[in-house]
T-cell receptor, first 113, second 112 residues
């Protein structure tokens, strides 16, 4: 089945640690996105990529980094510079261009301990 | 700031009733999309309506778009307990690269 897979489902980070969230898709989609969701709120865009080896900052990129070395993969690193990283992180992919919906992964819940 | 704002924030109805959720946005759009999210899960795409369309149907879903008022509504007819979820509108303003901006959602509870 084609889809988008996020791992791990739950992740715990200690203060000062960097952690990397995985996102893999086998839908042959060019565009991939990372969103952050806080309790009871909507989604805010962190980073997005439309082509391999290229990505753009979203609305809340500070304290995060990404890479797009393969079309299928778009990992997100939450760095120690992100002061409030506890949130639900959602990865999505889509066909490039307007007029297409996003396919979302099932999310990673990150908690700082 | 959020491009889309849903209204109401929460809605509780009985099974069999219709549920209507509204979304307002601020700037011109290329298209508007509705998504559903079950608690603790990812979002699922429900329906997309383009800026030159006024109404669209998909099963028990009916979406309207009024670009003059910069608003959209999602109607779920004959609701079921399984429709309980959060519903989000998302706008695509169609500038360089497609990127969606999401509202804060409406939490729908359908009581059996």
């Amino acid at each position: 089945d084609g889809g988008i897979t996020q791992s791990p489902k739950y992740l715990f980070r200690k203060e000062g640690q960097n952690v990397t969230l995985s996102c893999e898709q086998n839908l042959n989609h060019d565009a991939m996105y990372w969103y952050r969701q806080d309790p009871g709120q909507g989604l805010r865009l962190i980073y997005y990529s439309q082509i391999v080896n290229d990505f753009q900052k979203g609305d809340i990129a500070e304290g995060y980094s990404v890479s797009r070395e393969k079309k299928e993969s778009f990992p997100l690193t939450v760095t120690s510079a992100q002061k409030n990283p506890t949130a639900f992180y959602l990865c999505a992919s889509s066909i490039l261009g307007p007029g297409y919906g996003y396919t979302f992964g099932s999310g990673t819940r990150l908690t700082v301990v | 700031s959020q491009q889309g704002e849903e209204d109401p924030q929460a809605l509780s109805i009985q099974e069999g009733e219709n549920a209507t959720m509204n979304c307002s946005y601020k700037t011109s759009i290329n298209n508007l999309q509705w998504y559903r999210q079950n608690s603790g899960r990812g979002l699922v795409h429900l329906i997309l309506i383009r800026s030159n369309e006024r109404e669209k149907h998909s099963g028990r879903l009916r979406v309207t778009l009024d670009t003059s008022k910069k608003s959209s509504s999602l109607l779920i007819t004959a609701s079921r307990a399984a429709d309980t979820a959060s519903y989000f509108c998302a706008t695509d303003i169609g500038t360089s690269g497609s990127r969606l901006t999401f509202g804060e959602g409406t939490q729908l509870t359908v009581n059996p």
